[in-house]
Nanobody
């Protein structure tokens, strides 16, 4: 069974940076990052196609976050710069098994990691 394991979360000051990683036990296809803050619904953050040639971002992170992947290592990344307190949330990686194209809808992803907490102190 394919599993996704996130890492890299932590406590950072506003304006700081973090890099999240998500390792898959098996090859996956289109992947994405979502986040969920306490009391809020899960929110799309970024997605990337199998080849990495297509990426999408929610407007609030454009220019600050970068999604990338290393298929040789079965690893997905999210580089987060200029972090704000509004970025505080649990971050989840997700995979669309069998699909190479990206999606911004959480309903299109069928495999999820356990999440990693990102806390930005203002």
């Amino acid at each position: 069974q394919v599993q996704l394991v996130e890492s890299g979360g932590g406590l950072v000051q506003a304006g700081g940076s973090l890099r999240l990683s998500c390792v898959s036990r098996d090859r996956t296809h289109a992947m994405g990052w979502f986040r969920q803050a306490p009391g809020k619904e899960r929110e799309f953050v970024a997605a990337i196609s199998w080849t990495g040639s297509t990426t999408y971002y929610v407007d609030s992170v454009k220019g600050r976050f970068t999604i990338s992947r290393d298929n040789a290592k079965n690893t997905l990344y999210l580089e987060m710069n200029s972090l704000k307190s509004d970025d505080t949330a649990a971050y989840y990686c997700a995979a669309r098994r069998g699909y190479t194209v990206v999606s911004q809808s959480s309903y299109d992803y069928d495999l999820w990691g356990q999440g990693t907490q990102v806390t930005v102190a203002s």
